[in-house]
Antibody, heavy 122, light 109 residues
Framework: EVQLVESGGGLVQPGRSLRLSCAAS????????MHWVRQAPGKGLEWVSG????????GYADSVKGRFTISRDNAKHSLYLQMNSLRAEDTALYFC???????????????WGQGTMVTVSS | EFVLTQSPGTLSLSPGERATLSCRAS???????LEWYQQKPGQAPRLLIY???SRATGIPDRFSGSGSGTDFTLTISRLEPEDFAMYYC??????????FGQGTKLEIK
């Protein structure tokens, strides 16, 4: 079964850091670009960041650029999101997602995890 | 700034009826990168349509997508009770990356 499981969320004070993880199973992780998408409580979806299968292409939303860093460890079948200088507006459910096509950075997200909640508050 | 605008914000229909959801882009886009997702409360989004008109694996044929340029449509031919949910369109527009529409809530009338 193809599966993505996020972890690492929690309550953190403004200005602090948090690292999210996404463990992949059931598919050849090394072959696919991966992304993070977030959803603030009661709001819509917002793309946060993504990287290609070999980390050669990386992108960030303007709202997180310079504060968040995406990375992956293909040997561990894992995706990460290092979040620094957190703000209240970063409070959201963070999903990791796999793209549909092998080797393609630009593709629909066909598998999603259930998300991990990040709350930024003092 | 590239924007996807979905309409209506809320659509109230009854089971068995036909639903038509709109997604309008602020500039002409490639159909290849226009996708539709369904999200139910407490669940992750699910890919319905990719490339504007191709159904994802396991999606019933009552779901269809169409459109080109700036105007795209998701149609549900005959609503089933499980179809009442939020729907989002998405496009990859280059820098900085992906954009989602604000969503359409499909509710039971």
């Amino acid at each position: 079964e193809v599966q993505l499981v996020e972890s690492g969320g929690g309550l953190v004070q403004p200005g602090r850091s948090l690292r999210l993880s996404c463990a992949a199973s059931g598919f050849t992780f090394n072959d696919y670009a991966m992304h993070w998408v977030r959803q603030a409580p009661g709001k819509g979806l917002e793309w946060v960041s993504g990287l290609s299968w070999n980390s050669g292409t990386i992108g960030y939303a303007d709202s997180v650029k310079g504060r968040f860093t995406i990375s992956r460890d293909n040997a561990k079948h894992s995706l990460y999101l290092q979040m620094n200088s957190l703000r209240a507006e970063d409070t959201a459910l963070y999903f990791c997602a796999k793209v549909r096509l092998v080797g393609d950075w630009i593709a629909a997200f066909d598998v999603w995890g259930q998300g991990t909640m990040v709350t930024v508050s003092s | 700034e590239f924007v996807l605008t979905q309409s209506p914000g809320t659509l109230s229909l009854s089971p068995g009826e036909r639903a038509t959801l709109s997604c309008r882009a602020s500039q002409s886009v490639t159909s290849y990168n226009l996708e539709w997702y369904q999200q139910k409360p407490g669940q992750a989004p699910r890919l319905l349509i990719y490339g504007a008109s191709s159904r994802a694996t396991g999606i019933p044929d009552r779901f269809s997508g169409s459109g080109s340029g700036t105007d795209f449509t998701l149609t549900i031919s005959r609503l089933e009770p499980e179809d009442f949910a939020m729907y989002y369109c998405q496009h990859y527009g280059g820098s900085p990356g992906y954009t989602f529409g604000q969503g359409t809530k499909l509710e039971i009338k």
